[in-house]
């Protein structure tokens, strides 16, 4: 008759990642059986302060367009009937320049 263990993981992690890397790991140990898995994911961030970082984006996002529009409308000496243009220019522009992922830097190694 084979030894067999039963392992019961009930730790907890701070990602999804290491909670499927644990689980799985374990599972392959000389012996196991199998493996109940009640890793718990520990919330680091509330839903509140989840709010409050979208707000304070959507904040900073609409400043940003405010002033893309104004340079706008300077650059054309504050013609009137061009404001909602100059909105939706500055808003195309702005969103484009958000999705833009960062350069990469390369860095000389000696």
Known sequence: M???IRMLSQNSVDWEFQRRTTA???RYFI????VSDQIVIKS?????ETKMAIQAENTA???MIAEAAYYRAER???ESSHEIEDWLAAESEIDGMLRKPAPLVKRNLI
Do not use: E, T, Y
């Not at 012996?31 to 199998?34: L, N, T, W």
């Open 2 to 4: 084979h030894n067999c």
């Open 24 to 26: 799985s790991a374990v």
């Open 31 to 34: 012996g196991v059986k199998g």
């Open 44 to 48: 680091k961030v509330s839903s509140q």
């Open 61 to 63: 996002r609409s400043a």
């Open 76 to 78: 054309r000496g504050f």
